[in-house]
């Protein structure tokens, strides 16, 4: 399990004073607001204060300490945000997606179905399990109970009860 936990997606800049918009890969917006500090892409070594956090649609408008034009903002477009682990105790029946990428995926009567590949959000609706088939399918569950029967983090599967056409 990883240290950090990535919560953002730098996407462009946001005038000419070194703010940046952020696509957020968070459902809790206020964590931008919560930790002292950030870590750009996999440098975990230098953690950057933030600023100034304001909201714009979907997007986060971030302001860091030490990005104060737009050409030092443009160079860090498409770079990943991440905060320490620690920095928010979730919720039950809440998962990091980190911790879910790479579970073995099995159907309720022990058939393998595949690997956890990724976990994407969609605008006001649950998120969206996609696993990769032996063959490689891409094959999306929604990340409900009705068709995901068991998380087990430390054994490393998930159990999944889809509906016919599903997979």
């Known amino acids: 399990m990883g240290v950090n936990v990535k919560i953002g997606q730098i ?3 946001q005038g000419l004073k070194g703010e940046m918009r952020v696509y957020p890969l968070t459902d809790y917006l206020e964590r931008f607001e919560e ?20 909201y714009k649609k979907n997007l986060v408008i ?26 928010r105790e979730l919720p ?3 998962y990091y997606v980190d911790d879910l990428v790479g579970l073995k995926v099995y159907l309720l009567d022990g058939a393998y179905v595949g690997v956890m590949e990724d976990v994407f959000s969609t605008a006001g609706a649950n998120d969206v399990y996609v696993i ?5 399918r891409e094959i999306m569950i929604p990340a ?3 068709f995901v029967k068991e998380i087990d983090i430390p054994g490393g599967r998930i159990v999944i009860d889809p509906i016919e056409g599903m997979i």
């Open 11 to 13: 996407v462009s800049t």
């Open 35 to 54: 930790v002292e500090g950030v870590f750009l892409d996999a440098d975990f070594d230098k953690k950057i204060k933030i600023q100034k956090v304001r």
């Open 62 to 87: 971030l302001k860091l300490e030490g990005v104060d034009t737009i050409e030092q903002a443009e160079m860090l477009r498409n770079k990943y945000i991440y905060v320490p682990r620690e920095s």
């Open 92 to 94: 039950e029946d809440t």
């Open 132 to 136: 990769k088939s032996e063959e490689g």
């Open 144 to 146: 409900v109970g009705e």
